[in-house]
Structure formats: C-alpha cells, structure tokens
C-alpha cells in the first residue's frame, strides 16, 4: 500500500502508470477507481495468468477463492503458498493467487504471514474486469520509456545480485539486482517511483534521490518506525 500512497499524493491523474511487479488486484482497483490508467508489466506467467483469468471470468475466479476461503488457516496457509501454482486448473491457481494475495502481511501469493481473516470475504462488485492492461516482458527489464507516464517498481527485498534469493520470493517474484535498479533510474527524466522492504544499504545507492518512509499498512512514519523506502524523483 505504500506505492499506491505516494502515488495518490505525488502523481497526477493524467500520467499512465507503468507497474511492474504487479502483485495486488486491490492496488490496481484502488488507483483505477481514482481514474489513473495502469498498464502493468511482468516476466511472471502465473501473474499473467491471474490477469487473463480475472478478465475472461471474473466471477468465475471469485466463486473458487470463497470456495477456498474456509480451508485457509495458519498451518494450511504456508502449505499453499508453496503448491497453489501446481493445480492443472488456470483458474484454480488464479484463484488460489487472488486469495493468498489477499490474506498475505506482503500481499503476495507465495509469501508473507496469514493475516486475521475472520470477517473476510472476495468481493469485487463494481471493478471492470478491463480495468487492467498487463504485457510480459524480458526478464530483467525494469522500465518503460514512454510519454507522460510515471514507472512504478516493487523492488520487494534489497540485493545487490540475483544469486541470494531471500525467503521473500517465489514464483510470482520479479528479481532484480537493485543496485542496477537505482542506478538505472536515478538519471531518468521521466516520473519514477521505486519501493524497497526496509534495508540500511539502501543509503548508500541513492544519494540525492527523494526518500520516504512508510509502515506496513501504506501510511507515512518516521525512518525508524519504518517498514518500507520508497525512493523518487517526484
């Protein structure tokens, strides 16, 4: 929720958002209802898949992941974060995607902790299932050079190479080396937008680039309270 926070304050609405790593239907619902054009962008089939699947049937998607909902719970919970994309069914895996998404602390299907679910349900009543362009592209591909567009990163964990993978990836994860992240984009006109998980390195790569802070619910705290970085241009 961090990113979706910084853009409603720094970004105007006439600037097409460029997603990568677009995990969250709810983010994309969120900034879609406000009247931003997100365009997403993912070298992950299994989030394709989810986006394909939502658009044909989005119904249909929501009916599996309540269905789902019950069999959900603290020891269930980890078992499917780590088998959901085995079913043969496209969109038992979206749902499963959609569901895990959702009851994630990361808002990510293949990590995080089980949040408390007790009221929760999968209601999307009034999204347009068009709402959301996605495009795969080339692993490693980390911007979009476009007119009047601001390029949004979830940078999830700082790294400084892909070989140490941390326990906050998976399937669904887009790797980046981070350091190349920062350095590729600090010289860039255009609006940027890039969120890291709290790391002190980070300081280091990003030296006269806008820092802001963040706790875990999308809300602006003090550095020391924080939980996410978002570093800019805007």
């Keep these: 929720m961090a990113l979706t926070s ?9 600037l097409q ?7 969250s239907l709810y983010e994309v619902y969120i900034l879609s209802k406000l009247g931003y054009n997100i365009v997403g962008f993912t070298d992950r089939y299994v989030i394709k898949e989810f986006w394909s699947c939502f658009s044909a049937d989005k119904e249909r998607v929501l009916k599996i992941g309540n269905q789902l909902l019950p069999s959900i719970n603290q020891f269930t919970f980890p078992i499917n974060q780590k088998n959901w994309a085995l079913y ?15 009851l994630s602390t990361e808002k990510q299907a293949s990590c995080g ?14 999204i347009k299932e068009s709402l959301f362009n996605i495009k795969i592209i080339k692993e490693n591909k980390v911007y979009e050079e476009s007119l009047n567009c601001c390029n949004v990163v979830n940078g999830g964990v700082f790294n400084t190479n892909l070989l140490s993978k ?3 990836s998976g399937i669904d994860t887009m ?5 190349e992240l920062i350095n ?5 006109f255009e609006p940027w937008i890039i969120g890291f998980y709290r790391d002190e390195r980070i300081e280091k790569y990003s030296q006269n680039l806008n820092i ?16 996410v970085w978002l570093l800019s241009n805007v």
């Design 6 to 14: 910084k853009i409603l304050v720094s970004i105007p609405k006439n």
């Design 17 to 23: 958002i460029n997603s990568f790593s677009c995990y």
């Design 88 to 102: 043969d069914d496209p969109f038992v895996r979206s749902a499963y995607f959609l569901l895990l998404c959702n």
């Design 113 to 126: 902790n089980l949040i408390n679910h007790k009221y929760f349900t999968l209601s999307y009543p009034d």
């Design 166 to 168: 941390s326990e906050s």
């Design 175 to 179: 790797f980046f080396n981070s350091v």
């Design 184 to 188: 590729k984009y600090k010289n860039m």
């Design 212 to 227: 802001s802070y963040f706790d875990s619910l999308g809300s602006p705290t003090k550095k020391e309270e924080s939980k």
